[in-house]
């Protein structure tokens, strides 16, 4: 069997990102709207100082507006409210990031539950959550939906395929999961209490990794032929000391394996911030009731 194909997740977000920039200077030049997306980031959490440095770099590059708001880790949940309430009512702002992780005095889903579900472009409000599995209009969590557009340069029809996520964290499991018992597939859900997580990954056609766990997938966890999603993002150390990320599927042994991967990185992770600004656009859109964008 040869080698899988590897999706190519940079050049898939690129392409998204030139479908926003070209939906935002339509919306510009026809109804004078600048889509607009604010990011609160509190404390100096080095990944988060990272990302949103590189949303607003990306928002800048597609024509979006772009707010900053950066506060001290001693920033009190009234006030961190009080921001969200304030960007709520402030109409340049079309999407509201909250990065997370926040400071563990602060009740992260009393705080995400403050965003207006119209604006909450993360997909994390409770009523987006629910309209989600309802197979509503709602507002998708960006790294599933990446994850799905990326499934999809490859398998076009998922109907009746079995697919099987690792994890089931909030952020990306259950909402994958959602999605795709949305798309017809027969989902099983495989986290810490499940017995025998190899054996339910082999069955699987599409398996997709977002446990957290280092190279945790090996390549006799996989059917052959299968297509595998790699959503883990993980700095280890080698032997000679130098640090590299690796996701939670043991890469090589599984592109012998498997029909298609993602790598890592360079898979899943670039399509996270260009569905950020594609879900900016959305919202922007559906706040006006203006027909919303095909972005390809």
């Not at 030139?18 to 990944?47: F, K, M, N, W, Y």
Request: glycine letters at 10%; charged letters at 20%; hydrophobic letters at 45%.
């Amino acid at each position: 069997m040869s080698e899988a194909i590897v999706i190519d997740g940079q050049a898939v977000a690129a392409r998204l990102r030139q479908g926003v920039a070209a939906a935002v200077e339509d919306l510009r030049s026809r109804h004078g709207v600048t889509p607009g997306l604010a990011a609160i980031i509190v404390g100096d959490d080095p990944a988060s100082q990272i990302y949103v440095r590189n949303k607003s770099r990306a928002c800048h590059a597609a024509g979006l507006g772009s707010f900053e708001h950066r506060l001290t880790a001693e920033v009190s949940e009234a006030a961190l409210v009080a921001q969200i309430d304030e960007l709520n009512r402030d109409e340049r702002v079309d999407g509201i990031l909250v990065q997370l992780p926040l400071p563990d005095a602060i009740d992260a889903q009393r705080v995400l539950g403050a965003v207006a579900p119209e604006k909450d472009v993360d997909g994390f409000h409770p009523l987006n959550v629910g309209r989600l599995w309802s197979r509503q209009p709602s507002l998708v969590p960006c790294t599933p939906l990446g994850c799905l557009i990326l499934l999809r340069t490859v398998r076009a029809d998922l109907a009746g395929l079995e697919a099987v996520v690792l994890g089931r964290s909030q952020i990306v499991g259950r909402p994958l999961a959602a999605l795709l018992v949305a798309a017809d597939c027969t989902v099983t859900i495989v986290h810490s209490r499940s017995r025998d997580p190899a054996a339910i990954c082999r069955r699987a056609d599409i398996l997709i990794a977002a446990a957290g766990e280092p190279q945790m997938v090996k390549g006799d966890w996989i059917k052959p032929g299968a297509t595998v999603i790699d959503v883990g993002t993980n700095r280890v150390v080698a032997a000679d000391g130098r640090a590299r990320l690796v996701g939670d599927v043991d890469y090589e042994a599984a592109r012998a394996v498997a029909g298609a991967i993602t790598p890592v990185p360079g898979g899943v992770g670039p399509m996270t911030i260009a569905c950020l600004l594609q879900n900016t656009v959305i919202a922007a859109c559906r706040r006006r009731g203006l027909p919303e964008p095909d972005l390809g």
